[in-house]
Structure formats: C-alpha cells, structure tokens
C-alpha cells in the first residue's frame, strides 16, 4: 500500500491542524494504521494507532486529549486531529500501516512521505 501524508505547516501555539493520509495499492481497511513524528535531532515515536475498524485506538500518553486519530475505509483515507498543539509536537509526522497493532516501528509495514508540523511560541 503507497501512503501519502499531508496537511502540515506553521502553526501558532494552542492552534490545531488536520493531517490526512492518503492510501492507494492494496486494500487500506486490512491494516491498522498509525502515526509517528520525528522532531528535530530525536528518534521518530508513536503518536496514535487505529485499527482497521476504527474500534481500537491508542494513543502516546503526550497527545492523550489533544489529538484524535480517525480513518475512513470507504475513501481510503486517514485523519490525525492536533489541537492545543504545542512547540515540542514539532516535527515530521509519518502515516504508516501494518498488520499488526502497536505503538512500535517493527509492527508497520508501509510508510508515506511525511508531512512538516512547526508550532511556533
């Protein structure tokens, strides 16, 4: 499955962006999808994971209440909503898809392009 994630740019502390991943190739409803960032100089991490029913969703406790993972099979799409976003959420964020679900790299198969986040203070 190719997957392309957009929807970045600069946005002020408290503001909220909407990134969407965009799936094509094999059928996006048979893979969890997630989301990672990479901030500058670190390690990428998890952010959020959803299943393929959108029933089980995860979340890294520093996004809990402020970010909202969705998907929609049916236009082979995903969704990150950040809101009350902060200057440490910069970073690239990455839309990803396996078959397995987790919050680690290894579980994922596929991965997009990224998508710049800055939150400037």
């Known amino acids: 499955v190719q997957l392309q994630a957009s929807g970045g740019g600069l946005v002020q502390a408290g503001g909220s962006l909407r990134l969407s991943c965009a799936a094509s190739?094999?059928?996006?409803?048979?893979?969890?999808m997630g989301w990672f960032r990479q901030a500058p100089g670190k390690e990428r991490e998890f952010v959020a994971a959803?299943?393929?029913?959108?029933?089980?969703?995860n979340y890294a406790d520093s996004v809990k209440g402020r970010f909202t993972i969705s998907r929609d099979n049916a236009k082979n799409t995903g969704a990150l909503q950040m809101n009350s976003l902060k200057s440490e959420d910069t970073g690239v964020y990455y839309c990803?898809?396996?078959?397995?679900?987790?919050?680690?790299?290894?579980?994922?198969?596929?991965w997009g392009q990224g998508t710049l986040v800055t939150v400037s203070s």
């Open positions: 990803a898809a396996g078959a397995l679900f987790g919050s680690t790299e290894d579980k994922y198969d596929y």
């Open positions: 190739g094999r059928t996006f409803s048979n893979y969890i």
């Open positions: 959803i299943s393929w029913s959108g029933i089980r969703i």
